[in-house]
């Protein structure tokens, strides 16, 4: 069965809504979806009943944006299956908050240097709670500054060195949570925590240090954006190595393969030496 565990909707950074991902999924035979917006559960009561409608199993799911104070790192913590995701939404609210008002400093620092229009940014932003970098550059291709949204446009706007927006990329981790904090809370929703991409922002001791805490269930191995010719994730969390496998560009991959965390029940998530209270 084809599974897509971490995917994004315009409810965030994504380029398509919850029913357009979902129509895709069913066309691409992918049965088991779960969309992860960044910070946000907006999806969720929606997405199970377009699910349902396109006999895609849906998984609850959330991407949560962190800190890692002790390396002074950004991390990305996901979510899966919360069994009280009302105790997310504090959370969800106060990074959305502060990626709004850092999303109109860098889009005020744009509208100095490029003729376009606050409202042909807001246009792309209309459905999530904050504005994020991807929805100025699509305004700019509107534009037809850029014709990617990756490139020499993107970097000489968001470098964090020589950006035009460098300062606020530079804070863009002052208003995350510490890392520990967002484990805590997943754990008292009843949800299962797993690293997103370790290799993107270099989080690799840190996931030692979560699983050896039991803090974490499992890790994102797999993933489109690591380095191109590195391993998609040097050690797993059952202690051995990863295979070192370097993928080509344009190579078919999974979009996520999740490795459970060791000694860990990842149904009812009781640690070593509780057996006693595991239900399975």
């Known amino acids: 069965m084809k599974a897509d565990l971490h995917c994004h909707t315009t409810?965030?950074?994504g380029s398509l809504g919850i029913s357009d991902v979902i129509r895709q999924a069913?066309?691409?035979d992918v049965r088991c979806l779960a969309i992860t917006d960044h910070d946000s559960l907006a999806s969720l009561s929606r997405s199970a009943v377009l699910g349902k409608r396109y006999n895609v199993n849906?998984?609850?799911a959330v991407e949560f944006s962190a800190f890692d104070s002790e390396r002074k790192k950004k991390v990305h913590i996901l979510c899966y299956m919360p069994a009280k995701p009302d105790r997310l939404e504090g959370l969800c609210l106060r990074t959305s908050t502060g990626r709004m008002e850092l999303g109109k400093r860098m889009a005020v620092k744009v509208l100095d240097?490029?003729?376009?229009?606050?409202?042909?940014?807001?246009r792309y932003s209309a459905g999530s709670k904050a504005i994020y970098k991807c929805h100025i550059m699509h305004a700019l291709m509107d534009y037809g500054y850029t014709t990617e949204l990756y490139g020499d446009v993107y970097d000489s706007i968001f470098d964090v060195n020589d950006g035009i927006c460098a300062d606020e990329v530079a804070?863009?981790?002052?208003f995350y949570p510490d890392v520990h904090f967002v484990t805590t809370l997943i754990r008292a929703s009843g949800g299962i925590?797993?690293?997103a991409h370790p290799k993107v922002y270099d989080s690799t001791a840190l996931l030692e240090?979560?699983?050896?805490k039991h803090e974490i269930d499992g890790v994102e191995v797999w993933h489109r954006r690591p380095p191109r010719g590195s391993p998609?994730?040097?050690t797993l969390l059952s202690g051995e190595p990863a295979p070192a496998q370097s993928h080509p560009p344009d190579a078919e991959l999974p979009l996520c393969r999740c490795v459970p965390a060791p000694r860990r029940c990842l149904q009812c998530r009781w640690g070593p030496g509780r057996p006693e209270r595991c239900r399975t």
């Not at 240097?113 to 807001?122: H, W």
């Not at 240090?209 to 050896?212: G, H, P, T, V, Y």
């Open 11 to 13: 409810i965030s950074d």
């Open 171 to 174: 804070s863009e981790a002052n």
């Open 26 to 28: 069913d066309r691409n």
């Open 209 to 212: 240090e979560l699983a050896s």
């Open 113 to 122: 240097k490029y003729p376009i229009t606050l409202e042909s940014i807001l």
């Open 193 to 195: 925590s797993v690293m």
């Open 232 to 234: 998609a994730c040097s």
């Open 58 to 60: 849906v998984i609850p």
